[in-house]
């Protein structure tokens, strides 16, 4: 049975992080290690990390320089052959996530990377479904059109890591963009698109929130894909994200969670 890492960074997320620790806990899967990457929370994060938290195998907390620095942190405590990332507003929408994440690697040896669907939902209510991103294969042309994967979804096998190193800090809000685009297009990684919904994201967030932070994300996008001499004219990558955005708010009114995770 191979060892899953999932690691968890979160600052300041009292309101939410109980979700994400009691979805990890319920996984069916017998080897999942957990680590939290506190930011140095200033609410009662760390004290409900302790009360839900028997599953964790590490939890630190200190100052760091943002998100993704929190990333690369859990990614050099973590042990395990397979590492995805659940982040503290988010929660996974099954509690056979994980053992389907390991059958797809067990099934296919020379799989490296492995990513989903998932469903936003509103902040305070979360039964309701504000949007669906549906996943789609990472290949050159679907990148091209300005396509990336779901990151909460994305597992990687920790020989990707070893290749492509971690994230780099000089992207602010979109350095999983660019970690992403590293891996797919670039260094060409052999991956696998499930059409399963895995996670819960609630709406909002770092790169969501203001209409100053989508701005400031999409100017790093498209330094990213300059740095990778990716060819997505402004207007294709304007036009997808427009597009795509009103279709996911569409598709959230017939999400049927039991149809898409084969629990009917």
């Known amino acids: 049975m191979a060892k899953v890492s999932l690691i968890t960074v979160s600052y300041n997320s009292a309101k939410t992080i109980a979700d994400t620790l009691r979805s990890v806990a319920?996984?069916?899967y017998g080897d999942i290690e957990h680590i939290i990457?506190?930011?140095g929370s200033k609410d009662d994060t760390m004290t409900i990390v302790e009360r839900e938290g028997a599953h964790l195998a590490k939890a630190v907390s200190g100052p760091d320089k943002g998100i993704y620095d929190a990333y690369n942190k859990g990614l050099e405590m973590a042990s395990g052959e397979i590492i995805g990332f659940i982040n503290s507003d988010d929660y996974y929408a099954s509690p056979t996530a994980i053992s389907e994440v390991a059958q797809a690697f067990r099934d296919n040896p020379e799989l490296e990377a492995l990513h989903a669907d998932l469903i936003y939902v509103d902040q305070d209510d979360t039964a309701k479904i504000v949007r669906y991103?549906?996943?789609r294969e990472a290949t050159p042309a679907n990148l091209s059109r300005g396509f990336i994967a779901a990151h909460p979804t994305l597992f990687l096998r920790r020989a990707v890591y070893d290749k492509a190193g971690g994230f780099n800090l000089k992207y602010r809000l979109a350095a999983d963009y660019e970690f992403m685009l590293?891996?797919?297009y670039t260094l060409k990684v052999r991956s696998c698109h499930l059409p399963r919904i895995w996670v819960r994201m609630r709406a909002g967030g770092a790169t969501g929130g203001t209409l100053g932070s989508i701005k400031q994300q999409n100017v790093e996008i498209r330094d990213a894909?300059?740095?990778?001499?990716?060819?997505?004219?402004r207007w294709r990558f304007v036009a997808h994200k427009m597009v795509d955005r009103a279709v996911q708010r569409m598709r959230a009114y017939f999400v049927d969670l039991q149809f898409w995770n084969g629990s009917r």
């Open 133 to 135: 991103w549906r996943g």
């Open 26 to 28: 319920g996984q069916d």
């Open 37 to 39: 990457v506190d930011g």
């Open 225 to 233: 894909q300059r740095l990778h001499k990716l060819d997505c004219p």
């Open 182 to 184: 590293r891996i797919f």
